[in-house]
């Protein structure tokens, strides 16, 4: 009699990939949806990450299925820190030291009092502390990104993600309108092509916008417009650090006692993040890699942005009211006058 197969062992491959093939469909239907948005950015332009909440947010009902959840939730987290790790990759000391300690002192003080605006101004609108602190470090770092980063430290609230998404959309259009209205803000002011890329750099929020924007200028700004971006860029580690130590025990708190007391205080994207900006500093990234992490990092961020528009529906966001868009845009005014007037001194 031949012997029967061994039932726990052809069990066990099942076993071990049955996590995988769960999150399958729902991060699958992330990778699409973002695709889709590459490529309608591509063949008619626009803000790729718009496209991609735009599309997710008519997928909504998808978040809510057994089979798809799972995936969509590794997405909207797991893959949102990963991309946000990878854009170390693009920064360099070399260029941050290039920049001069005159546009330093201004990029850091535009930052800083952008966040003490959001701070401050979403208290006075009736906001949360968190949400004050999301919307000005959106605004004052790089947009979306930025948004994504530190709202992976802050506590979970009642309607955490759904001000996250209003944050993102508004900060995106925002980001788009700036891209048509500052270089022509530049051009009335006679700006020199290093002070109109400090200002467009200093002030955009985006990196593709201010790219767009700044290439209008001619090369010599755009080139100078995207370094001091990514300066902004390199401060997103520390301002995601020092938010993680404000928030840690209120953090704490929402997670739930002894769990929360295993979390790290640095999230391991963090150190992902500053381990490839030493890494590229060192010249041990080559070319290629770099380029390759860069287009990575884009497409994890757009994939989660994918899985987090799932995740809300319009009437959600609609439902988040005029306080958010008067934040924002008050934040977006005062960097840029800041910066402004801050060059007109120079």
């Known amino acids: 009699m031949s012997a029967l197969p061994d039932t726990a062992a052809l069990a066990g491959p099942a076993t071990?990939?049955?996590?995988?093939?769960?999150?399958?469909?729902?991060?699958?239907?992330s990778a699409?949806?973002?695709?889709?948005?590459?490529?309608?950015?591509?063949?008619?332009?626009?803000?790729?990450l718009l496209y991609a909440l735009f599309f997710g947010v008519a997928f909504h009902y998808l978040s809510q299925e057994a089979r798809t959840r799972p995936g969509i939730e590794f997405c909207a987290r797991g893959v949102l820190r990963l991309g946000v790790g990878l854009l170390g990759a693009r920064i360099t000391a070399a260029q941050i030291a290039g920049l001069g300690w005159h546009t330093a002192a201004i990029v850091i003080a535009a930052v800083l009092t952008t966040l003490l605006c959001g701070w401050?101004?979403?208290?006075?609108?009736?906001?949360?502390?968190?949400q004050g602190v999301l919307s000005g470090g959106a605004v004052a770092i790089c947009g979306a990104s930025a948004a994504l980063a530190i709202s992976a430290v802050l506590p979970r609230e009642k309607d955490g993600e759904r001000f996250t998404l209003m944050v993102v959309v508004t900060v995106t259009v925002l980001s788009t309108l700036a891209m048509v209205l500052y270089p022509l803000v530049a051009r009335l002011l006679h700006l020199p092509p290093e002070l109109a890329g400090l200002f467009l750099g200093g002030t955009i929020h985006d990196v593709a916008q201010v790219v767009g924007a700044g290439y209008t200028l001619g090369q010599e700004a755009g080139d100078y417009a995207t370094i001091v971006k990514l300066f902004r860029v390199s401060m997103l580690a520390l301002v995601v650090l020092?938010?993680?130590?404000?928030?840690?025990?209120?953090?704490?708190?929402?997670?739930?006692?002894?769990?929360?007391r295993r979390q790290r205080l640095v999230p391991w994207f963090l150190w992902l993040?500053?381990?490839?900006?030493?890494?590229?500093?060192?010249?041990?990234?080559?070319?290629?890699?770099?380029?390759?992490?860069?287009?990575?990092?884009r497409a994890c961020l757009v994939t989660a942005i994918a899985a987090l528009g799932m995740k809300?529906?319009?009437?959600?966001?609609?439902?988040?009211?005029?306080?958010?868009?008067?934040?924002?845009?008050?934040?977006?005014?005062?960097?840029?006058?800041?910066?402004?007037?801050?060059i007109c001194w120079l």
């Open 120 to 130: 401050l101004l979403g208290r006075a609108l009736g906001l949360t502390r968190a």
């Open 242 to 260: 020092v938010v993680s130590l404000a928030f840690k025990r209120q953090r704490e708190a929402a997670d739930g006692g002894p769990t929360a």
């Open 32 to 48: 699409v949806l973002a695709m889709a948005a590459t490529l309608v950015s591509t063949l008619h332009g626009g803000p790729q």
């Open 273 to 297: 993040f500053v381990g490839l900006v030493l890494a590229n500093s060192l010249g041990a990234v080559a070319p290629a890699l770099q380029q390759g992490m860069g287009d990575l990092s």
């Open 16 to 29: 071990r990939f049955a996590p995988l093939a769960r999150l399958l469909p729902g991060a699958g239907l």
């Open 312 to 342: 809300t529906s319009f009437r959600e966001l609609a439902s988040a009211g005029w306080r958010p868009l008067l934040l924002l845009l008050t934040e977006t005014l005062w960097m840029a006058g800041l910066v402004l007037v801050a």
